[in-house]
């Protein structure tokens, strides 16, 4: 399965993430990373450990990217989830044009 991450290069948008109940728009990320992970599994399941992958000191791309916290956005297939204070939410329509 394939998965990106994208993070908020945008400070003033970045620091109010964790505490805005707004969805996030695709425009205001960027993709820092994507790779193939294991599938036949549970999103959330694959989503934990994805935080935890991405949490390591020796983590992937780390001069591109910061670890991966709250605001943070992960794409399975097609399924968008943003990392919320205490675990996923899930982004209906994450890059759809409106």
């Keep these: 399965m394939r998965y990106q ?4 290069l945008k400070p003033e948008i970045r620091r109010d993430l ?15 990373y994507e790779a193939d992970v294991p599938g036949g599994r ?16 020796h983590r992937p791309n780390p001069q591109g990217m910061t670890s991966m916290s709250v ?8 399924r ?4 919320d204070r205490i675990g996923w939410k899930v982004i209906p329509h994450w890059g759809e044009s409106t």
Aim: glycine residues 4%.
């Design 5 to 8: 991450v994208y993070q908020c």
């Design 18 to 32: 964790g505490f805005s109940n707004k969805l996030p728009l695709k425009e205001d990320f960027t993709l820092v």
């Design 42 to 57: 549970d999103d959330y399941m694959v989503l934990d450990e994805l935080f935890e992958l991405h949490n390591l000191q």
């Design 71 to 78: 605001g943070d956005v992960v794409v399975l297939e097609n």
């Design 80 to 83: 968008a989830y943003q990392c």
